[in-house]
């Protein structure tokens, strides 16, 4: 099933995806703003789902870890987001995992950052 949620993060060319009770949902926007607004609209949505992002550094990290998330797949994942999870025990995949000061740029260029001047 995994698999899946990360196939469709692939074809849907969405920034988030996840599988809560069989059913996957698609999110675009940036990334931590969209997992806040999830963890304080609808938390049900995290707690043993499996999740497809674009990109997770720590504060993504914990929001998943506090919202209940089994599972964790990331193109590119921060050293940070990588300690994060794997200390709650939650199962993680990536295609990339970068130190925090390479994870900043990417940030940066997602969006997710303003440029600093």
């Known amino acids: 099933m995994m ?7 692939h074809t849907e060319q969405c920034s988030l995806a996840i599988l809560h009770e069989g059913n996957i949902r698609t999110f675009d926007g940036h990334g931590v703003r969209r997992l806040y607004n999830i963890i ?3 938390p049900e949505l995290f707690f043993k789902a499996k999740l497809a992002v674009k990109a997770v550094g720590r504060s993504a990290a914990r ?4 919202g209940g998330v089994t599972e964790v797949h990331a ?3 921060s050293q940070q987001a ?3 999870l794997h200390d709650a025990g939650i199962a993680i995949s990536f295609d990339k995992k970068v130190d925090h000061a390479t994870f900043l740029d990417i940030w940066r260029k997602l969006g ?3 440029n600093e001047k």
């Open 40 to 42: 304080n609209d609808e």
């Open 63 to 66: 929001m998943m870890v506090e």
């Open 112 to 114: 997710e950052l303003e």
């Open 3 to 9: 698999q899946d949620v990360i196939d469709t993060l």
């Open 82 to 84: 990588y300690d994060v």
């Open 75 to 77: 193109e590119v994942m």
